[in-house]
């Protein structure tokens, strides 16, 4: 009982060592119960009883495991070498550490003596392939002599190229954390601390350390929240020196955002997932340091991407020639790369830049990403996954099982389970609602207890009701965003906007049945609908949206988009899928006249509101829950 309690005590201490940073504090994922049986009840229903023992499988079958228990053979017999085998990945470590922190999320929520048994199994494998110094890195532990062909001849030596040893690093980071906080053992955090004491021993700016920055970044925010989670201020002095140093080093190239300083760049270059992970940690340091060059930094690339490189689905990461970002305005449908990795990224960045300034247009970005562009990277039943995802198919492309390189399927079984930590977040007396969707949640605003409950069939539905069940914080503010699709606003950019000429109603907000009346004018700058007072239980806000079907066109521009035309409905964007319409959908065509009515239909077990065109047999269905019933056709934009 003592060792449990110390256990417990060090754990909210240690908790307490570091604050985060960002003038607005997110709820965390722990605080919120997603109702079961809801949409997103039912992504994460299926991550939890798919997804994650899908992954773990996969680890096993695909040798994931073996790669940790053949360094470790080496480690105590040197004489033992194994070959690296083609086709596998020097991050192939990250998929198990991925997976570890995704279960870790579950675990919070639904203790699993079974699945925390089998984490402690993967963790005591892992544990034995670290090298006495705290390197781990099994490409090069398994075999020093013939290590994988991007790990270089020795440590640090081809970081930048492509050896990733930060970059599995910084997942360690992440899911030890994860891990830490979930269970309160310090099994994982203690391996990942000394892995990473190592790194700041030996990757630095001073003699005799390797002058290096990762070659794939993600250890910048890793090392961020190990700094939150331990206090240990030579983390983040760390991360510092790993995004300071870009663009510094021997390897100057857009690809890896290494093509001049960070604090230099306004454009969104190179690989997507590298990208987006670079300015998540930029903004984590920045709120950590008040680093005001990194902050203008991102904003401006923020306001690239989202006025020139974002997708209508909130994909980003054009082509999959480096799986990049292309040009501006280069936006191309049926070859669009938008790996689910990189709408993960997109959703941190938007999710940061949140905390940072208080504005609901990165709540709109984050929405439409997430609604769309990324949990369209994993199947209704989570058994199924897209790497890149496109908005158009000729057919013959669908959801695998896994990939040899399998880093979309682990991200989304880290990204699911830790949803609900994006519903709310609070600065003071103000509670931002930043998502709709049915859930029960205790919270802290001003420090002071407060239960909600949420229920709504949104994205379905745009009725949305918040129940306060318990309120011990007195007065406070609900801050309801008001999403942009509502105010007639698609992107925060003039990127895409409505070609229908209608005008989406303003919402209507009641308390305890009295109405209150919205006005563009009361919306504040913020995009926030405020709501005061001295809130008891029993207490009812009623949120109404409409959601019409409404019609978008891209910016001129966007070549790829010319004459063409998209169907959105709430946050959803729609597509024509084959098995829905007789005719063949490459032949159909709208006009920003086009009216649609909703109907509903079943796919995967699952019903969603199809839009059904009044003048013509067109049916479209959500993108996300596009290829399910079979690799037919599908297209997002349809010409006029
Ligand atoms: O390099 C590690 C991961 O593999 C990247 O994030 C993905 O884009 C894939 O290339
Ligand atoms: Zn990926």
């Known amino acids: 009982m003592l060792s449990a309690l110390t256990v417990l005590t060090a754990f909210a201490s240690k908790q307490q060592t570091a604050a985060?940073?960002?003038?607005?504090?997110?709820?965390?994922?722990?605080?919120?119960?997603?109702?079961p049986g809801t949409f997103w009840g039912q992504r994460l229903e299926a991550s939890r009883k798919v997804t994650i023992p899908l992954a773990f499988s996969k680890c096993e079958e695909t040798d994931r495991y073996t790669n940790f228990s053949n360094a470790a053979k080496h480690l105590q017999d040197p004489s033992k070498v194994f070959e690296i085998k083609k086709g596998t990945f020097p991050f192939d470590d990250t998929d198990p550490y991925k997976t570890i922190e995704g279960a870790s999320y579950i675990l919070q929520t639904y203790p699993d003596e079974a699945l925390a048994s089998y984490i402690d199994s993967v963790l005591n494998v892992i544990a034995s392939a670290q090298e006495p110094d705290g390197y781990l890195y099994t490409a090069r532990t398994q075999n020093p002599e013939h290590p994988h062909d991007w790990s270089g001849p020795t440590r640090w030596s081809a970081e930048e190229q492509g050896s990733h040893e930060l970059y599995n690093l910084g997942h360690m980071v992440e899911s030890a954390v994860a891990h830490y906080q979930a269970t309160g053992s310090r099994?994982?955090?203690d391996i990942?601390?000394?892995?990473?004491d190592l790194v700041c021993k030996e990757v630095g700016p001073n003699p005799g350390q390797a002058c290096v920055v990762p070659g794939h970044q993600i250890?910048?925010?890793?090392?961020?929240?190990?700094?939150?989670?331990?206090?240990?201020?030579?983390?983040?002095?760390?991360?510092?020196?790993?995004?300071?140093?870009?663009?510094?080093?021997?390897?100057?190239?857009?690809?890896?955002?290494?093509?001049?300083?960070?604090?230099?760049?306004?454009?969104?270059?190179?690989?997507?997932?590298?990208?987006?992970?670079?300015?998540?940690?930029m903004a984590d340091v920045a709120a950590l340091t008040g680093d005001k060059d990194y902050i203008k930094a991102i904003d401006a690339i923020w306001d690239n991407i989202v006025s020139k490189k974002l997708y209508i689905t909130g994909g980003i990461g054009a082509t999959g020639n480096g799986e990049a970002f292309g040009k501006n305005y280069e936006l191309p449908n049926a070859t669009a790369y938008c790996e689910t990795c990189a709408a993960i990224g997109n959703v941190y960045v938007n999710h940061r830049l949140f905390l940072l300034h208080g504005e609901s247009k990165y709540y709109d970005v984050l929405e439409r990403t997430l609604y769309n562009g990324l949990i369209s990277g994993v199947s209704l039943e989570g058994n199924g996954f897209f790497y890149p995802n496109p908005l158009e198919s000729a057919g013959g492309y669908e959801r695998k099982p896994w990939f040899g390189c399998a880093c979309c399927p682990s991200n989304i079984c880290r990204f699911i389970p830790s949803l609900p930590g994006y519903v709310y977040a609070v600065k003071d007396h103000n509670l931002y609602v930043n998502l709709f969707l049915s859930n029960k949640s205790e919270l802290k605003v001003a420090g002071k207890k407060v239960c909600l409950s949420q229920t709504t069939e949104y994205p379905w539905s745009g009725d949305v009701t918040i129940r306060i069940d318990e309120n011990k914080a007195g007065k406070f503010i609900f801050k309801i965003r008001?999403?942009?699709?509502?105010?007639?606003?698609v992107v925060p950019s003039d990127l895409y906007t409505y070609a229908d000429?209608?005008?989406?109603?303003?919402?209507?907000?009641?308390?305890?049945?009295?109405?209150?009346?919205?006005?563009?004018?009361?919306?504040?700058?913020?995009?926030?609908?405020?709501?005061?007072?001295?809130?008891?239980?029993?207490?009812?806000?009623k949120i109404h949206f409409d959601m019409e079907p409404r019609i978008v066109r891209a910016n001129e521009n966007v070549e790829a988009d010319r004459g063409m035309f998209c169907v959105e409905r709430g946050p959803l964007v729609y597509c024509a899928e084959q098995p829905d319409n007789k005719d063949d959908i490459m032949e159909a065509h709208i006009s920003p006249n086009t009216q649609f009515r909703t109907g509903k239909t079943e796919i995967a077990g699952t019903s969603v509101t199809t839009l059904v065109a009044e003048d013509q047999p067109l049916t479209l269905i959500p993108y996300y829950a596009w290829c399910h019933r079979g690799a037919g056709k599908m297209r997002v934009w349809l010409p006029l």
Request: net charge positive.
């Open 20 to 35: 985060h940073g960002y003038p607005i504090n997110p709820v965390p994922f722990t605080s919120v119960k997603v109702s």
């Open 187 to 189: 099994k994982f955090l």
């Open 501 to 541: 000429g209608k005008q989406t109603s303003l919402p209507s907000v009641s308390v305890n049945d009295f109405q209150h009346e919205v006005f563009n004018t009361n919306i504040e700058p913020d995009g926030y609908f405020a709501i005061g007072g001295k809130w008891k239980k029993g207490d009812v806000i």
């Open 482 to 489: 008001i999403p942009g699709w509502v105010r007639n606003q």
């Open 192 to 196: 990942a601390i000394r892995f990473a």
């Open 219 to 281: 250890a910048e925010m890793a090392l961020a929240r190990l700094y939150l989670a331990t206090g240990d201020k030579k983390y983040l002095d760390e991360a510092k020196f790993l995004l300071d140093y870009r663009g510094k080093t021997t390897v100057k190239q857009e690809y890896s955002q290494s093509h001049k300083p960070v604090v230099e760049q306004d454009e969104a270059v190179g690989h997507a997932v590298r990208a987006a992970y670079m300015y998540a940690g």
